[in-house]
């Protein structure tokens, strides 16, 4: 089977040595059970990037664009691709500028067409907050959506939305969690330790994401000053980069937590995993929130988690019971639900148990990929009983 794929993550067309995150070893994964994987996705002209091979069938295509030129760069080289190659199945990563290529391939080569939704953000107020722009981009989702043969969802939450609000066939909509490697965090040591260079606090609550508006880190600043009045002992580590860290770091001279809160920056991410195993839980608070795949690594490490009810991985947590969840404009509620693991390291460690043996079972990408090729199995059967 050869698949088309139109992403967004430009850091599939980069070298690997200046990659943060698992995405090129993930497709490479998809790819062992594929004929060829051909993904479309942007990069910045700077960039010069080429075309590049991840494995022997797995090619990424970069445009020299981002942004709206995207489009039709990306719609070039993908009618390229679908001329010189059957094409069996185009998968896009989102309903949006991605899906809008993928759905004018499918015009044009009538090919099967599989989306992606990664988050709850079509119809959904925090993000049509936070740019006019999102507006136009929710009806071209909305759009998009019913014109795809099938569409591939995080939870099933966002099934059930899609079905009630937009009246989307139950059938044509598959439940398919974002997968990890999860023995990188299983299998190795701490390499960074973060309890002797951080050793006048008791408890580290660890935030790892982008400083961007979506994440949310306001919340859990303000969460934090609430907590260290009775928690003094307790350090807020923030790793990550972006343009909210001036706001960010203003706000937190504002709240008196300069002594309490430590940002990071940028950390490579083969030391990742020892901040996730120097750390005592983990907090996602995301406006919302495609999938989270912190979470899982630092359920992986046998951290448990607070996150916001937004989040795709709300729903195995809940039901997993390894982690605690909250409104994400309540930092109040937020602030009790650390205390509360803070307090009891008995539950802390419950829920960190269980849910190193759930991800284990269940998310490590090496025990999963196969399901990406039954998916597209399954978005041509649909596509050929809608043409009859």
């Given at each position: 089977m050869n698949v088309?794929?139109?992403?967004?993550?430009?850091?599939?067309?980069?070298?690997?040595?200046?990659?943060t995150g698992d995405s090129q070893d993930r497709h490479i994964e998809y790819g062992?059970?594929?004929?060829?994987?051909?993904i479309i996705v942007p990069s910045p002209k700077r960039m010069k990037s080429k075309v590049r091979k991840l494995s022997e069938n797995v090619t990424v295509y970069p445009t020299p664009s981002q942004g709206f030129r995207f489009i039709w760069d990306s719609y070039r080289i993908g009618r390229k691709i679908c001329r010189e190659n059957k094409i069996d199945v185009i998968t896009t990563q989102s309903p949006l500028l991605t899906g809008l290529v993928g759905y004018l391939l499918k015009r044009k080569f009538g090919i099967p067409l599989n989306v992606q939704?990664?988050?709850?953000?079509?119809?959904?107020?925090?993000?049509?907050?936070e740019s006019k722009l999102n507006y136009f981009l929710n009806m071209l989702g909305n759009f998009i959506i019913k014109k795809a043969d099938s569409i591939r969802v995080v939870?099933?939450?966002?099934?059930?939305?899609?079905?009630?609000?937009?009246?989307?066939?139950?059938?044509?909509?598959?439940?398919?969690?974002?997968?990890?490697?999860?023995?990188?965090?299983?299998?190795n040591l701490p390499k960074i330790n973060l309890r002797e260079k951080y050793s006048g606090f008791k408890y580290i609550v660890l935030f790892i994401g982008a400083l961007s508006k979506t994440k949310n880190v306001d919340v859990l600043l303000k969460a934090a000053a609430e907590i260290v009045k009775k928690h003094p002992e307790t350090l807020f580590l923030i790793v990550g980069v972006g343009e909210e860290k001036k706001r960010l770091t203003n706000l937190t001279i504002?709240?008196?937590?300069?002594?309490?809160?430590?940002?990071?920056?940028?950390?490579?991410?083969?030391?990742?995993?020892?901040?996730?195993?120097?750390?005592?839980?983990?907090?996602?608070?995301?406006?919302h929130e495609g999938w989270g795949r912190?979470?899982?690594?630092?359920?992986?490490?046998?951290?448990?988690?607070?996150?916001?009810?937004?989040?795709?991985?709300?729903?195995?947590?809940?039901?997993?019971?390894?982690?605690?969840?909250?409104?994400?404009?309540?930092?109040?509620?937020?602030?009790?639900?650390?205390v509360y693991l803070l307090q009891?390291?008995?539950?802390?460690?419950?829920?960190?148990?269980?849910?190193?043996?759930?991800?284990?079972?269940?998310?490590?990408?090496?025990?999963?990929?196969?399901?990406?090729?039954?998916?597209?199995e399954k978005t041509i059967e649909l596509s050929k009983r809608k043409q009859t």
């Open positions: 088309l794929g139109i992403g967004g993550d430009s850091t599939l067309a980069m070298d690997k040595n200046r990659v062992k059970y594929l004929s060829n994987l051909f939704l990664h988050g709850d953000y079509l119809n959904n107020e925090f993000w049509l907050e939870s099933n939450r966002i099934k059930e939305k899609l079905v009630k609000q937009l009246n989307i066939p139950y059938n044509d909509i598959f439940v398919l969690p974002i997968f990890t490697n999860i023995s990188r965090f299983t299998e504002q709240l008196g937590l300069e002594q309490n809160v430590k940002f990071e920056g940028a950390v490579p991410y083969e030391y990742i995993p020892s901040y996730y195993h120097s750390c005592d839980l983990l907090v996602l608070p995301s406006k912190v979470i899982i690594e630092a359920l992986a490490c046998g951290r448990p988690v607070v996150l916001s009810d937004t989040c795709g991985s709300v729903e195995f947590v809940a039901n997993a019971k390894c982690g605690l969840s909250f409104p994400p404009n309540r930092p109040d509620i937020l602030a009790e639900k650390i009891n390291s008995e539950v802390r460690a419950e829920m960190g148990n269980r849910g190193r043996t759930y991800v284990k079972e269940t998310m490590d990408i090496k025990k999963n990929a196969y399901k990406y090729r039954d998916l597209y």
